[in-house]
């Protein structure tokens, strides 16, 4: 059972996002799976470094859409993203990773993305949809 189910509950209004938003579901689940089969943390370590990517170039793509369209909460929702990138980051630099913390991040990442989608870039994407044609 995965630790996040995509459905149509977490669609924003902006397809590409909620493309990327899926991925990232996607790609925490594949982290519970390892962290599940206790497999070695090597492993959690490459998925933890896709998983920055993924979100630094989400939050990024979101960004600029933001400040394109002028969104008035564009300081405040990338003050939200700094916090998720410098949780991972932290996480990512810790030299006694094992899979009790990997389960206190994956732990924080469903909450985090779970309160951000739903509360924060569901509202700027309903700014953008007023904007334009996303
Ligand atoms: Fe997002
Ligand atoms: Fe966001």
Redo the contacts with the bound molecule.
Sequence with gaps: MPLMQFNDKWLVGVAELDSQHEILLATINKLYGIALRREAIAALDGLVDDLASYVDL??AY?EKLFTEADYPGAVR?KG??DKLRRHIAQFAARPDKDLCLALDLLHVLKQWLTD??MR??KA?CAYLNTRGNF
Excluded: F, T
Aim: hydrophobic share 20%.
């Design positions: 989400h939050c979101e929702h939200e993203h951000h989608i924060e870039d700027a």
